[in-house]
């Protein structure tokens, strides 16, 4: 069968559905400065007939996508993501065990040498998630942001070298993570996501993809994962919170 613009059509095969994103719901963890998740009845069935809320949040709470106008005011905004960009081809690389001894973890060259050393090559256009056993703390605010008493975070991320070499030797088509930054905790200028999203700016063509707070990724495989990112367009949107499902 042939599309109608003349592309055959594209199957895609799978046996798991898996959520990657968390429930929304007022006692979430958010990013301070972030507002309230709040949900307000607008109509209710025995005076109404029908049920319905509004509900409000900021762009990047809960499991979010960030847009690269998010750091840069001449960068893309969310709703500007074509849609063939939210469909990626995805791999997991797991830093559990790193992580429960050191909060600080990064991901290093190495782990990913070691990866490709069990699993083969990471390809070109690979989609890379990051899987630290973080989602375990979720509706524990203290434990999942892991403030010392100078209120430092400490949860672990990408390191630079690690998304560089992805980037320039790998051609990722971006990364997310079950903590709530990709950046580590320690980091607080967000030096990984201006290095990700640096790369749309310009008339670059590059849209990588920068996923936060996902969760579910104990059941996912290492390899051989169709990602569906769904997105809010937020017209102007600097991020917008995601529905994101695993396919596999």
Request: net charge negative; with cysteine.
């Amino acid at each position: 069968m042939i599309s109608k613009n003349s592309q055959p059509l594209r199957n895609i095969n799978y046996s798991h559905a898996i959520h990657l994103s968390h429930l929304i719901d007022q006692d979430i963890p958010k990013w301070t400065g972030d507002p309230p998740v709040e949900f307000t009845s607008v109509a209710e069935i025995p005076d109404d007939g029908y049920y319905l809320r509004r509900f409000s949040l900021g762009e990047h709470s809960g499991t979010h996508i960030n847009a690269p106008n998010s750091f840069y005011a001449n960068g893309t905004s969310i709703d500007q993501y074509p849609a063939s960009s939210l469909i990626l081809p995805a791999i997991v690389i797991n830093i559990c065990e790193q992580a429960a001894i050191n909060a600080d973890y990064v991901l290093t060259i190495s782990d990913i040498q070691a990866w490709e050393t069990e699993f083969g090559e990471i390809p070109t256009g690979s989609f890379v998630i990051l899987y630290t056993g973080w989602q375990e703390k979720w509706l524990n605010y203290q434990a999942f942001f892991n403030q010392d008493k100078d209120g430092k975070m400490h949860f672990p991320g990408f390191s630079y070298d690690a998304i560089e070499f992805l980037m320039t030797q790998r051609q990722i088509t971006g990364v997310g993570i079950d903590t709530h930054g990709v950046d580590s905790g320690q980091d607080t200028n967000f030096t990984i996501n201006r290095l990700l999203l640096e790369q749309c700016l310009g008339g670059g063509k590059r849209s990588l993809i920068v996923l936060e707070n996902l969760t579910n990724l104990d059941q996912l495989p290492p390899h051989d994962i169709t990602l569906v990112v769904g997105i809010l367009r937020l017209r102007g949107g600097s991020g917008s919170p995601a529905a994101i499902m695993a396919l596999f």
